[in-house]
């Protein structure tokens, strides 16, 4: 009998990740395909679910080359949470999906949350704010204002969930993508009927939540024949990419805190109990591993911060790179490696498409402080990663103010980001704690979403059977001298937020 794989599938917002991973939990291979995103106004980011579909398919077709002969137990999947992909009755995209980092729905929000009664009693329902990212606040804009849109709706599903249903037919979502859309009764596991019915919307717009590792379908004759995947292979439940990259990372029960940079921030920590969320300051979301929760902050713009720093200031970094062969963010890193700790003085607020944690506010703007005449580029590129460390530096402390209980020892880093050196350096400086990178940490979602997918196929018993899978890779201890340092900058990067909002 041929040994099994299984695969995951990252919907990003960037581009789509697609890897395979085999018994013993080495990946095969893994590949990348890009897509455009769409900003039709300030403030909007929206994407087209048909260049989601492509960018699988072309993904899918080359992973199968990949897989020196392993049969595919399951294909599992990941995704960027909170977006709306409104189908009409034939199943057809209506409109452009609204992606999470969109900031038009501030109205809408208000509105739910004066629906449910007030705040405390929406955290009662979902456990979680209604948050201009997430999915209810969308649906609602729709409602209002594209109400053509909104009549001719049948279902509205997440990112992944469209692939999914492309790939087997079947429309469903899973608990953690479910508890994104803040329509979701977390603690119980199942959608707040009475919630959505007092905003005015349709319980039936709706999909079955289902658990992460459950079955969900299978791949159709149709789309196997377009993506080369077999008919017949076992589709999962899969978890929104926020949760299901904790699970890549091992952090199923509590422990460790586990940051994901990717092209937002993610502090995460496992929890192994529903754990209240008093004034929704963080997101308690459901938990991959049945019965589990997860505690997190997600910032908007980590890893995005410091790409846009390369497409918009990096191009002599670009042009450089493409001669000798190198990653312009290798080449920025060496120049932000040049400069001291702390960028002399500069700082860098991350608020690039406003803000959802450690700050609640989709006005918050950028900024860079403290510019002298004898900054360099190096120290404007080390002042952006310093900006998102800082960021996520105020996730973190958020969360230990809510459980003091909760406590780690260490940081897991993942996302595109882990891949710096001196990324990592500035974490673990910035938090005083080691910093660690896994197997597999540098994949994101679609890593999680491989190992649930083998659950789902029987390769491993359960999720827990997977985290002796996840070996550690590199560790980087604070730096003694650089520690009170950023301190004291990190001290003064807190009270920016507070200094500017007027402006905003």
Not at 114 to 133: P, S
Not at 301 to 316: E, H, I, K, M, P
């Amino acid at each position: 009998m041929a040994y099994r794989c299984a695969l995951g599938i990252d919907v990003g917002t960037s581009g789509c990740k697609i890897l395979a991973v085999d018994e013993n939990g080495k990946i095969l291979g893994s590949v990348v395909e890009e897509y455009p995103c769409y900003a039709p106004k300030e403030g909007w980011s929206e994407q087209d679910p048909e260049d989601w579909w492509n960018g699988v398919v072309r993904g899918l077709r080359k992973i199968t080359a990949k897989l020196n002969g392993a049969e595919i137990g399951a294909v599992g999947f990941s995704g960027q949470m909170h977006g709306m992909v409104a189908l009409d009755e034939n199943m057809k995209v209506i409109r452009r999906a609204i992606l999470w980092n969109d900031q038009r729905t501030g109205k809408q929000c208000d509105e739910i949350t004066e629906a449910a009664g007030g705040l405390d009693a929406l955290l009662a329902i979902t456990n979680n704010r209604m948050l201009t990212g997430y999915t209810g606040g969308k649906i609602l804009w729709m409602k209002e204002n594209e109400p053509e849109n909104y009549a001719r709706t049948k279902v509205i599903l997440n990112p992944k969930d469209y692939i999914r249903y492309r790939l087997s037919g079947e429309i469903a979502t899973d608990v953690s993508d479910a508890s994104g859309t803040g329509l979701f009764d977390v603690k119980n596991r199942c959608w707040a009927v009475d919630l959505i019915q007092k905003c005015g919307l349709k319980p039936e717009f709706f999909p079955k939540a289902v658990e992460s590792t459950d079955a969900v379908g299978r791949v159709t004759k149709e789309a196997a024949e377009e993506t080369g995947i077999p008919e017949g292979t076992i589709v999962a439940g899969g978890g929104g990419d926020a949760v299901i990259s904790t699970t890549g990372l091992g952090l199923i029960k509590p422990g460790r805190v586990g940051i994901t940079l990717g092209t937002s921030g993610v502090v995460a920590m496992g929890l192994a109990s529903f754990l209240p969320n008093p004034n929704g300051m963080l997101q308690v979301f459901c938990g991959n591993a049945p019965g589990t929760f997860n505690a997190m902050g997600v910032t908007l713009a980590a890893a995005g911060s410091y790409q846009w720093f390369r497409n918009a200031l990096g191009d002599y970094e670009v042009e450089r790179g493409k001669a000798e062969g190198k990653s312009a963010f290798h080449i920025l890193d060496e120049e932000a490696a040049a400069t001291p700790p702390c960028a002399d003085g500069l700082i860098f607020l991350p608020y690039l498409t406003g803000e959802r944690a450690p700050i609640n506010d989709p006005n918050a703007k950028g900024a860079f402080l403290g510019i002298t005449s004898r900054h360099t580029k190096g120290h404007f590129a080390r002042a952006v990663m310093e900006g998102v460390a800082f960021s996520l530096r105020q996730v973190y402390d958020l969360i230990l103010s809510v459980d003091q209980n909760v406590s780690s020892d260490e940081i897991v880093l993942a996302g595109g980001g882990a891949n710096s050196p001196i990324w990592r350096r500035i974490f673990a400086d910035t938090f005083n704690l080691p910093v660690r990178t896994v197997y597999g940490s540098a994949e994101g979602g679609s890593f999680g979403a491989a190992l649930a997918a083998g659950v789902t196929a029987g390769i491993w018993p359960n999720l827990e059977a997977t985290v002796p899978l996840i070996r550690p890779e590199s560790k980087t201890e604070p730096e003694a001298a650089n520690v009170p340092l950023y301190e004291a900058q990190y001290q003064k990067y807190v009270k920016f937020y507070d200094a500017l909002k007027w402006s905003y």
